[in-house]
């Protein structure tokens, strides 16, 4: 079974609306992490979000927010006001268990086009 | 703070020939990860050091992929003989060891901006 599942791999936004990008994951454990990251056609992966499975509030940072339902296993990425900026490729990822050394898993991303 | 850096950025090769890659992660950071990802999917983990001591590489290509970390610092990543399907870009990233179910979101992975090897 897949750890972390991103149903959208292509999403249009028009420019300075929201837009919600999916992610559904799978684990047995009650301590992990969520986390998103942004990865612009430059290559390089940038942190945005993270989410903790104890964590009773969901997750801001700035114009983006983290939508946490426990019970559905899910941590949709909500971005306010869409920049052209934030065309890129977003992947989710899941950390199982609280040490460092577990494992990382990505989800296949979800293609982000913000259209002027 | 400086960020993580590799090199090179771009490698081209034939098949069969042999390529490193290097690392440096953020100072301080005592864990180093190296990713595969293959245009149009998610990074998939090759290696995981902790200090200069491997924690898993159990998708590592042992036959052709080799990867040390020495001093417990910079890491270097080896291919040989390269194959086709090894044409990726390789990602290395690094994060703090912090353990602890309220401290869990300290271990964020910081990535470099990639090698993209293409192998003809």
């Given at each position: 079974a897949q750890k972390i599942t991103q149903t959208q791999p292509g999403m249009f936004v028009q420019e300075k609306e929201a837009v919600t990008l999916d992610c559904t994951y799978d684990t047995s454990d009650q301590s992990y992490g969520l986390f998103w990251y942004k990865q612009p056609s430059s290559g390089e992966m940038i942190f945005l979000i993270y989410q903790g499975s104890y964590d009773e509030q969901n997750a801001t940072e700035g114009r983006y927010s983290l939508n946490f339902q426990k019970a559905r296993k899910s941590a949709n990425l909500v971005i306010s006001a869409s920049q052209l900026g934030d065309s890129a490729m977003y992947f989710c990822a899941m950390r199982e268990g609280?040490?460092?050394f577990n494992k990382f898993y990505f989800g296949s991303g979800t293609k982000l086009n913000v259209k002027p | 703070e400086a960020g993580v850096a590799q090199s090179p950025r771009y490698k081209i090769i034939e098949k069969r020939q042999s390529v490193a890659f290097w690392c440096n992660p953020i100072s301080g950071h005592a864990t180093l990860y190296w990713y595969q990802q293959i245009l149009g999917q998610g990074p998939k983990l090759l290696i995981q050091f902790q200090n200069n001591g491997?924690?898993?590489?159990?998708?590592?290509?042992k036959d052709r992929f080799s990867a040390e970390r020495l001093k417990g610092v910079d890491s270097t990543l080896k291919i040989?003989?390269?194959?086709?399907?090894?044409s990726a870009v390789y990602l290395c990233a690094s994060s703090l060891v912090v353990t602890g179910p309220s401290l869990l979101a300290k271990n964020i992975q910081y990535f470099g901006a990639g090698t993209r090897l293409s192998v003809l």
């Open positions: 609280q040490y460092n | 491997v924690v898993d590489d159990s998708q590592l290509p040989q003989p390269a194959k086709l399907e090894d």
